[in-house]
């Protein structure tokens, strides 16, 4: 089937609008995913485990009529071992090596996180406490594709925080089980796996079941609807970020395989019909190449339905000036995953403000990213760079502030607040630091 992708230059006019209109979801389709999200946590809310049985049943297309109750859907601890005993032991020890990576990464990141106290002068200490959360649920997509790499994302920083209880949902669709699923959360050490998804599971966590314990946050990547429902519960749980459909953006100068580029923005259009592939490059001859590529690779792809449908409503191909002006246009985009494939990649990284990761150079696919780097893979999509981060270990933490005011430090301290508080008039703060004063001799 010829391939349809939108081709832009940004040297043409009308270029900024139908950038603007390539970054933005379809409005009727976000509407309907809404609506849909709004009554599917409303009813969780209100009827508990009965709605999320209804539609995960529904939904995950449950086979033999659906489950009769939720116990239906637990995993028990010896299913998940057994699982990971059962693999085949390239998949096994690949699990093992990723899942080893993921933490000596994250250690890292708790390193530069703990907490501080210092003392002034008259002995008042001051001081930050960082504690881990108490219970999360993680959320690990499931419905087009089985992410036991998304397992290890989610649950290794958490379990690196020294959070409690790791909740995990991940939807079966038509009841199948993913044995490399289960094997990583063997690995990753979760609590608990339940097999439910989607909006309804996102509910369930976010407001507590009969059976499902409410949690403190919800994290993890997952589909439009996924997103939705996350956006809906924060306040009444804490979320990470949105991670939605996959993004990939390509700043190119012309110089890897066009072959290679090509695959790049396949490796996330293959994820959903709504994840975004974009190539910024200033050589117009170097894009025709790309273009051959995506031609001649995309019949070899198992999943060339999800890529082209990706690549004609929401990829582009787009001709700019200069490199200068791609990382200008790559700063606005603010993609999920931005690969800047070039000699020299750092002259361009140091331009970059905006993207959930960079990856640099030529050898540095997002695929391996994906896996097995360290890095998280679960990363703000639809602009959300611009103010979101990577899942990380501060995802999973909190600070407390700590104060311990010294007898000499209540003399000064107690001074300014008054003064302070009278200024806003609030009398009960003012005599409250001024109770605290020794009487002036
Ligand atoms: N940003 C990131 O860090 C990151 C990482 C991994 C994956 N992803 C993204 O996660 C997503 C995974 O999506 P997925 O669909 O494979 O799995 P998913 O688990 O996110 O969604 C499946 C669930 O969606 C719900 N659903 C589907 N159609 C529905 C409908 N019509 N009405 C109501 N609910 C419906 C169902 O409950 C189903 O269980 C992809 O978009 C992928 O690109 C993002
Ligand atoms: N590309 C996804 C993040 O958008 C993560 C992933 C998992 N498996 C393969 N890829």
């Not at 966590?205 to 994290?219: F, N, S």
């Not at 999800?306 to 700063?331: F, H, P, Q, W, Y």
Request: charged content about 20%; aromatic content about 6%; hydrophobic content about 45%.
């Amino acid at each position: 089937m010829p391939i349809q992708i939108r081709k832009l230059d940004s040297s043409q006019p009308g270029f900024q609008q139908a950038l603007t209109t390539l970054l933005a979801f379809d409005a009727g389709t976000d509407d309907a995913i809404e609506t849909a999200v709004g009554k599917i946590l409303a009813d969780v809310k209100v009827r508990g485990d009965a709605a999320v049985l209804e539609y995960t049943n529904r939904f995950d297309r449950i086979p033999h009529g659906g489950a009769a109750e939720m116990g239906a859907f637990d995993i028990s601890q010896a299913e998940l071992q057994a699982a990971l005993n059962g693999l085949p032991s390239a998949q096994r020890e690949s699990l093992q090596i990723a899942a080893q990576r993921i933490r000596a990464f994250h250690e890292r990141q708790r390193e530069e996180l703990r907490g501080f106290m210092y003392t002034e002068a008259d002995g008042t200490v001051l001081g930050q406490k960082v504690t881990p959360l108490d219970r999360v649920g993680i959320y690990v997509p499931g419905g087009k594709a089985a992410y036991p790499s998304s397992v290890l994302m989610n649950a290794i920083p958490a379990q690196v925080a020294g959070v409690g209880e790791i909740i995990m949902v991940v939807p079966t669709p038509d009841g199948i089980k993913n044995q490399m699923v289960l094997a990583a959360a063997a690995i990753a050490g979760v609590t608990r796996v339940i097999t439910i998804g989607g909006a309804q599971a996102v509910g369930a966590l976010a407001y507590g079941t009969q059976t499902i314990a409410q949690v403190d946050k919800i994290v993890g990547p997952g589909n439009a609807y996924v997103a939705a429902a996350k956006r809906r519960v924060f306040g009444i749980v804490g979320i990470d970020m949105i991670a939605g459909p996959s993004e990939i953006l390509v700043l190119c100068d012309g110089t890897t395989d066009p072959h290679w580029v090509a695959m790049d923005l396949f490796s996330q259009a293959e994820h959903d019909e709504l994840a975004q592939a974009i190539l910024l490059c200033p050589d117009a001859a170097y894009i025709a190449r790309v273009e051959e590529s995506i031609a001649r690779l995309l019949p070899t792809m198992p999943r060339q339905a999800t890529i082209s449908t990706s690549l004609a409503d929401r990829g582009a191909l787009i001709k700019v000036a200069s490199m200068e002006e791609a990382c200008r246009i790559a700063n606005d985009i603010a993609a999920e995953h931005l690969e800047i494939s070039a000699e020299n990649p750092e002259q361009w990284a140091e331009q970059i403000r905006h993207a959930g990761a960079m990856f640099l150079g030529r050898f540095s696919s997002e695929s391996l990213g994906d896996y097995c780097c360290g890095p998280n893979h679960v990363l703000p999509t639809s602009r959300t760079a611009r103010f979101s981060s990577p899942l990380g270990v501060y995802d999973f933490q909190k600070r407390s502030s700590v104060i311990h005011v010294s007898e000499a430090g209540a003399q000064t301290l107690g001074r300014v607040a008054a003064t302070l508080a009278y200024g806003e008039g609030l009398q009960a703060h003012a005599r409250s630091a001024e109770l605290r004063l020794k009487p002036q001799s």
